[in-house]
């Protein structure tokens, strides 16, 4: 199985990966490919789809101010606690779009994590109303 990240990746899910939400368990993903907001292109593989080459990425040059920054990102994701604040923020939004969902019926089906957070709408008027907003 390929999981590509290059969307998803680096915390915006909540989780470093957005695949960890998806109950894998054994089903682990064989290659996670990366880039965008990772500041440098990639992938990584389990031992049976590794390569010998100890710098194989997509990207023929790869920068090492890129691999440099990536790092720095990663270690301040850590320190500030992102991937928490993330989840609790999505969390927090969530439970307000329920709230509304309750409260008026215009929206259903909430779902989503982190920042991919999405939600149906009763009709296009009201989908109408909430471009305007």
């Given amino acids: ?22 109950y894998l368990h054994e089903n682990t993903p064989d290659i996670v490919t990366f880039g965008g907001k990772a500041g440098v292109s990639g992938f990584y593989s389990n031992l049976e789809h590794r390569t010998n080459s100890p710098c194989a990425s997509f990207e023929q040059n790869v920068d090492m101010i890129q691999v440099l920054n990536f790092g720095a990102t990663w270690k301040a994701i850590q320190y500030e606690k992102l991937l928490e604040l ?21 929206i259903s089906n909430i779902r989503g994590n982190g920042t991919f957070i999405g939600f149906d709408v ?7 109303k909430m471009e305007r907003w």
Avoid: P
């Avoid at 990746?9 to 909540?14: D, E, P, T, V």
């Fill in 1 to 22: 199985m390929i999981v590509d990240e290059t969307k998803t990746g680096m915390g915006s899910s909540g989780k470093m990966w957005a695949h960890d939400y998806w």
């Fill in 86 to 106: 993330t989840h609790d923020t999505s969390s927090f939004l969530k439970i307000e779009l329920g709230n509304i969902q309750r409260d008026q019926g215009t």
């Fill in 122 to 128: 009763e009709n296009e008027l009201v989908a109408e």
